[in-house]
């Protein structure tokens, strides 16, 4: 297929558009490089240089690629910040996605893959997360997410625009070529991998008092190549709706800490720091739905698989992109 990708030169669309490539389709990466890497883009994948906030940018770029489906990463994505600035979350996760949605339209694109976010989640009343649950964001970031969710939904229903949104947790890992580099870094395993590096003298932990076996945060991590292979599988013809992507298991941020220890053989001293407001206790994804629908089957489970390919690539990367 013929994939136009948004967000191409971040972290999980450049590996998105590297896994694409190597299953042959043909890919055309949109993005403003305001938060991704030039260096990241594949070179096999055609770039172009988007400008979202002139008007007809993004339509003019969607007719000159003809695809058959559209893939939508770009998006702001921290959600503290999203906090204290909501207008440029709504302005980039909502209004810019509607730009994209329609053009999808006019152009007669037939898939829509985007990607969502647990985000869109109420507190969770039972664990592991299922895809009925309350959406009841708690930040103008989930609420952005969910508003193109249902943007989607109508579009579906109206103009047959055919299309799935992937609900997914914590992205880690790395692929051999490209990996995790954001310019304000607020990924557990990442921040920890800086010790190592000798680029930090310690790691915070946020909370050690939780409901949990050690007291710190659960999360559910999902290796990035698992993730772009649901988005690959997404682009049959006939599938559409709403899936939650993770592993179903959870690790506590002292388990992290543990196997980045094991994996890099280094001593990782930790600094305990009081609760970040809004944290759960324990998040990890049900992700039958896409294992049974879509066939998914995710390829790097354990924890250990994921550390290894990101300190693998942050080791020959220390600095992370050039540009």
Not at 113 to 131: I, N, R
Not at 156 to 179: T, V
Not at 240 to 258: A, H, K, M, P, Q
Request: with cysteine; proline share 7%.
């Amino acid at each position: 297929m013929n994939v136009f990708l948004t967000g191409g030169a971040g972290y999980i669309g450049s590996i998105c558009t590297e896994e694409l490539l190597n299953a042959g389709h043909q890919v055309t990466v949109y993005d403003n490089l305001t938060e991704g890497h030039r260096s990241a883009v594949d070179s096999r994948a055609k770039f172009i240089l988007g400008k979202p906030e002139v008007e007809g940018d993004i339509l003019d770029a969607v007719k000159s690629s003809r695809p058959d489906a559209i893939m939508h990463f770009a998006a702001s994505a921290l959600v503290g910040e999203s906090m204290t600035n909501p207008k440029k979350y709504f302005h980039n996760n909502v209004f810019n996605a509607m730009k994209l949605a329609d053009a999808a339209v006019e152009c007669g694109v037939k898939k829509f893959v985007f990607s969502s976010t647990c985000a869109t989640y109420a507190p969770p009343e039972k664990m592991p997360m299922t895809e009925d649950l309350p959406q009841r964001p708690i930040s103008p970031y989930g609420e952005s997410k969910l508003m193109f969710e249902k943007i989607l939904d109508w579009y579906h229903k109206i103009y047959r625009l055919e299309f799935i949104a992937f609900r997914y947790f914590n992205a880690a890992g790395a692929s051999e070529k490209f990996g995790e580099h954001h310019r304000i870094e607020t990924h557990l395993i990442p921040n920890v991998l800086k010790v190592p590096l000798g680029q930090a003298k310690q790691c915070d932990i946020y909370g050690t008092d939780y409901s949990t076996p050690d007291g710190t945060c659960i999360r559910d991590y999902i290796h990035i190549i698992d993730l772009a292979q649901a988005h690959i599988l997404g682009l049959a013809p006939g599938k559409t709706g709403f899936y939650n992507l993770g592993n179903g298991d959870g690790y506590s941020v002292r388990e992290v800490i543990s196997m980045c220890e094991k994996v890099t053989g280094a001593k990782i001293p930790t600094v305990e720091k009081p609760r970040r407001p809004g944290d759960s206790p324990k998040l990890v994804a049900a992700a039958e739905k896409a294992i049974r629908e879509l066939g998914w089957k995710p390829k790097f489970p354990k924890l250990e698989d994921i550390v290894t390919t990101a300190w693998t690539w942050h080791k020959k990367n220390p600095n992370g992109y050039p540009d």
